[in-house]
């Protein structure tokens, strides 16, 4: 049982990518209030999803809210949604380190959070957010579960060829990991696929399982659970 917290309140995409566009704000809408607290928006019986997107008129519309708003839904929505018995609360936050990393953090505190996961691309501009990102990570104790390189190469589906579209050019993901003593999980490959896939709100994994990017999400994904099971046994034994 799975739970998708979208807390990038003034670009949310989760929506979209998870074939929910559409369930805003209206009489129709399946975000509703009840005594209980509000309904996620279901994908399958078992992944439901909150973001910001389902509360507006239209996906179009902009979010102008200063910190304080924000951070009180974020904590509306930790605390009034109805997510049921879940086996994993993943939160998507947008780039940075502002309000909505803070309050997720602050929130969660007692929580025991099992880690975030850093996604990054391979050229230097990224990595120096994201250098930042892991600093922040070890300032507030949110431990680091690793590393993603996402358009980490192209490889010609003709010819299977590999090319740099976005060239490491200070070693990438793989370098930054080594100098700071974070766990690489693993590097996701460029596949024109994995656009059309959100943009249709389709799962990639289902539309493309042959696909390089797929095998790789399929470690990605295998990594982050032998983690978090890890992290639960150690708990476990501690207490």
Known sequence: QVALLDIDICGPSIPKMMGLEGEQASESSTVHQSGSGWSPVYVEENLGVM??????????????????????????????????????LIVDTPPGTSDEHLSIVQYL??????????????????????????NFCRKVKLPI????????????????????????TTGGAEKMCQNLSVSLLGKVPLDPQ?????DKGQSFLSEAPASPATSSYRNIIQRIQ????????????II
């Open 194 to 198: 994995i656009g059309k896939s959100c």
């Open 51 to 88: 973001s910001v997107g389902f509360l507006l008129s239209s996906p179009d519309d902009a979010v102008i809210w200063r910190g304080p708003k924000k951070n009180g839904l974020i904590k509306q929505f930790l605390r009034d949604v109805d997510w049921g018995e879940i086996d994993y």
């Open 109 to 134: 505190s007692a929580a025991h959070v099992d880690g975030a996961v850093i996604i990054t691309t391979p050229q230097e501009v990224s990595l120096q957010d994201v250098r930042k990102e892991i």
């Open 145 to 168: 579960i690793g590393v993603v390189e996402n358009m980490s190469g192209f490889i010609c589906p003709k010819c299977k060829n590999e090319s740099q579209i976005f060239p490491p």
């Open 226 to 237: 032998e983690y978090c099971d890890q992290h639960h046994f150690h708990e476990e034994k």
